[in-house]
């Protein structure tokens, strides 16, 4: 049985903790942590100098309006010239080693390619037992288990790159879909996770339900929920068992399991 199983529901700050911080940044992680969080999920890609940074293309604007979409054609120094609070990884690590050795991290590899620099930036800080790395490729996944045999892998299901989930308009349509998917996952899950050689399912709330938490479990792999922003929601994802839920808010979690 996969370590997670034993836990309580795991509370994932989303991005380090976005509804109390600028996403994906020192400042967010900090926030993540002192919000209670088990883990903070931050999203990873590697610029065109090698550096691994936290960065996601779809998420707002910073404040200069400056919001690059092909971040891995830039470089570090370039970037912060404009974006002077990005993070690198490397940063972002030896922030939980020094300020929160408790706090894991849950890595989300947006793009796959620079698994070799992800896992050597991993393997430098010596905290591959509290890393876990999601992804849709399981290429990209296989790849890193390979390299890191420590990583606790996840793989992210379903694969939103265009962020349809999210855009207002489009809701109706992508709930239709959502809910075939939920029908059909739990005959999908085990060659998903197969495939990737993962050991963590992490699904949007929207496909969890009893039968593929239960699938999951029977094969000793844990269930993450994404994204969870509303009591409603965190009551149905943990009503159907899932083992940890990322949140924009991980007070959420807390407040709803007190009694």
Not at 66 to 94: G, H, N
Not at 162 to 180: K, M, Q, T, Y
Request: with cysteine; hydrophobic share 45%; glycine share 8%.
């Amino acid at each position: 049985m996969h370590r997670l199983l034993d836990c309580r529901p795991l509370a994932i700050g989303h991005r380090g903790a976005a509804a109390l911080a600028p996403e994906n940044t020192l400042q967010a992680i900090a926030a993540g942590v002192e919000a209670g969080a088990d883990l903070v999920e931050v999203d990873v890609v590697a610029l065109a100098d090698g550096t691994i940074v936290l960065h996601h293309a779809r998420g707002p604007a910073r404040e200069n309006g400056f919001r690059p979409s092909r971040p891995e054609r830039l470089r570090l120094a370039e970037l912060r010239r404009v974006v002077p609070e990005l993070a690198t990884l490397d940063e972002a690590l030896a922030f939980l080693r020094e300020r929160s050795p408790q706090t894991g991290i849950h890595l989300d590899v947006k793009k796959p390619g620079y698994e070799s620099e992800l896992a050597h930036v991993i393997r430098r800080h010596r905290l591959p037992t509290s890393v876990i790395v999601s992804s849709c490729s399981a290429a990209s996944l296989r790849r890193l288990g390979r390299l890191e045999p420590g990583l606790t892998l996840a793989r992210t299901y379903p694969c939103d790159r265009l962020g349809l989930v999210g855009r207002s308009p489009l809701r109706p349509a992508a709930a239709g879909g959502a809910a075939l998917a939920r029908r059909l996952l739990p005959l999908r899950v085990e060659s998903l996770l197969r495939a990737a050689r993962a050991r963590v399912a992490c699904l949007h709330h929207s496909v969890v339900s009893p039968a593929v938490v239960s699938r999951c479990h029977a094969q000793g792999v844990a269930v993450l929920a994404w994204t969870v922003n509303d009591e409603r929601t965190l009551k149905r994802v943990l009503g159907a068992g899932v083992d940890g839920v990322v949140m924009d808010d991980p007070r959420l979690l807390r407040g709803t399991l007190a009694p």
